[in-house]
Structures are given as structure tokens and as C-alpha cells.
């Protein structure tokens, strides 16, 4: 009965659950596993799920997700998977240890995510913020970004070579010890001025 309403509940959640036996062979699967991949549970039995990972990601994953059944530890992982339509996916996948009420290992209760739109915007992140900085260390002109409570995140090339200073000398001593001690106040307040009501911010010093 406790099985039959298992069965239920996984089948019913839209999220991709899978369970192994002890070796890391899969034992079940539930209905949106078989669904995403297009498959039944007799064609993913055992270790034959490993047909399903891209075949550049499959060593890697294999090697991990076995090291952690060993290791008697959680998985997690991202990892190419190839789903029933034939397009290649991202998935994150989490394994969890499950054992026996007298302590004995049984093998990975797991869930997988597909993933996929979102690894795409953080890889279109990245390629964005390379582009940024490839942009700002070309230029000459002195280049800062900070976040919203006015800590540096980002400084160019030029600002370096111009003040000899370092992201993380800055980080340590703050920016204000730049500024000429008679400009220092004013430069400030105003700089704190426009992050508290998130307005432009110009001064000279």
C-alpha cells in the first residue's frame, strides 16, 4: 500500500524522479522521467540510462555519480541528456543515499530538472560580460562599477594603471582615500546621495 501510494504521488509531480538499486542501476522511474526521455522503465533498467547522456558528458557524469554511490554521499550535477524528440538538454540532477531501517544501502533516490533556458541566459551573461570587459579595458577612459549598497565590483584597466590600485586594495581600503582629503566629504555624500535615490551621479574632486 505505502508502494502503490508512492507510485502516486511520484507519477503525479511534473519533476523527473528516479530511484536506484545499490550498483546505480535504475529501478524506477516515474512518468515524467519516461515522458521527457520517451521511454518506458523497461528500456532504462539497470545501467542502460547511460545511453540517454550526451556522449561528451557521459565518462564524467558516470564517473561522479559512481563515486558517490561508493562514497555512500550526494550527487548533484549538470549534464547533457538527449530527450525523446531527440534535442539535447541540460538537466540538473540531485541523488540523494537511501538505506534499510537496520542501516543497509540501497541505493539513489534522485530528481533532474531540465535547465536548459536557463543555462543558455547564464552562458548569454557571461558572453555579455566578457564582451563588457574586453570594451572596458580597451578604452582609456577610467571605468567603475559598483553594486547598490556603492561597493566596487569592477574597475578597467585604466583605472588601475591611473590610481595603481587593485579591486581588492580597494575592497580593503575603499575608494574615498583617493579622493583629495578637502574634496573627500562633499565628493562622498554626493556619490551616497545618488545610490539612495538612484539618480545619476556627477561630481568633480
Same mark, same amino acid.
Given at each position: 500500500?505505502?508502494?502503490?501510494?508512492?507510485?502516486?504521488?511520484? &507519477?503525479?509531480?511534473?519533476?523527473?524522479? !528516479?530511484? @536506484?538499486?545499490?550498483?546505480? =542501476?535504475?529501478?524506477?522511474?516515474?512518468?515524467?522521467?519516461?515522458?521527457?526521455? =520517451?521511454?518506458?522503465?523497461?528500456?532504462?533498467?539497470?545501467?542502460? !540510462?547511460?545511453?540517454?547522456?550526451?556522449?561528451? &558528458?557521459?565518462?564524467?557524469?558516470?564517473?561522479?555519480?559512481?563515486?558517490?554511490?561508493?562514497?555512500?554521499?550526494?550527487?548533484?550535477?549538470?549534464?547533457?541528456?538527449?530527450? =525523446?524528440?531527440?534535442? !539535447?538538454?541540460?538537466? &540538473?540532477?540531485?541523488?540523494?543515499?537511501?538505506? @534499510?531501517?537496520?542501516?543497509?544501502?540501497?541505493?539513489?533516490?534522485?530528481?533532474?530538472?531540465?535547465?536548459?533556458?536557463?543555462?543558455?541566459?547564464?552562458?548569454?551573461?557571461?558572453? @555579455?560580460?566578457?564582451?563588457?570587459?574586453?570594451?572596458? $579595458?580597451?578604452?582609456?577612459?577610467?571605468?567603475?562599477?559598483?553594486?547598490?549598497?556603492?561597493?566596487?565590483?569592477?574597475? $578597467?584597466?585604466?583605472?588601475?594603471?591611473?590610481?595603481?590600485?587593485?579591486?581588492?586594495?580597494?575592497?580593503?581600503?575603499?575608494?574615498?582615500?583617493?579622493?583629495?582629503?578637502?574634496?573627500?566629504?562633499?565628493?562622498?555624500?554626493?556619490?551616497?546621495? @545618488?545610490?539612495?535615490?538612484?539618480?545619476?551621479?556627477?561630481?568633480?574632486?
Amino acid at each position: 500500500e505505502s508502494e502503490a501510494r508512492y507510485r502516486i504521488l511520484a &507519477d503525479a509531480t511534473p519533476v523527473i524522479i !528516479w530511484i @536506484s538499486d545499490a550498483e546505480g =542501476g535504475i529501478r524506477f522511474a516515474n512518468r515524467a522521467y519516461t515522458e521527457f526521455f =520517451g521511454v518506458t522503465l523497461e528500456q532504462v533498467i539497470g545501467d542502460r !540510462w547511460r545511453t540517454l547522456v550526451h556522449p561528451e &558528458d557521459d565518462e564524467r557524469h558516470a564517473r561522479l555519480y559512481f563515486e558517490c554511490l561508493r562514497e555512500r554521499k550526494p550527487f548533484r550535477m549538470r549534464v547533457r541528456v538527449r530527450r =525523446g524528440d531527440g534535442e !539535447w538538454r541540460w538537466i &540538473d540532477s540531485y541523488g540523494q543515499p537511501y538505506f @534499510s531501517e537496520t542501516g543497509e544501502f540501497l541505493g539513489m533516490a534522485g530528481s533532474s530538472l531540465d535547465v536548459t533556458e536557463r543555462k543558455q541566459a547564464e552562458d548569454a551573461l557571461r558572453e @555579455s560580460e566578457g564582451r563588457f570587459r574586453l570594451l572596458a $579595458n580597451a578604452t582609456p577612459v577610467i571605468i567603475w562599477v559598483v553594486d547598490a549598497e556603492g561597493e566596487i565590483r569592477f574597475i $578597467n584597466r585604466a583605472y588601475t594603471e591611473f590610481f595603481g590600485a587593485t579591486v581588492a586594495e580597494i575592497k580593503t581600503t575603499g575608494w574615498q582615500p583617493l579622493v583629495h582629503p578637502e574634496d573627500r566629504a562633499g565628493y562622498t555624500e554626493a556619490f551616497l546621495e @545618488s545610490l539612495r535615490e538612484r539618480k545619476p551621479f556627477r561630481a568633480e574632486a
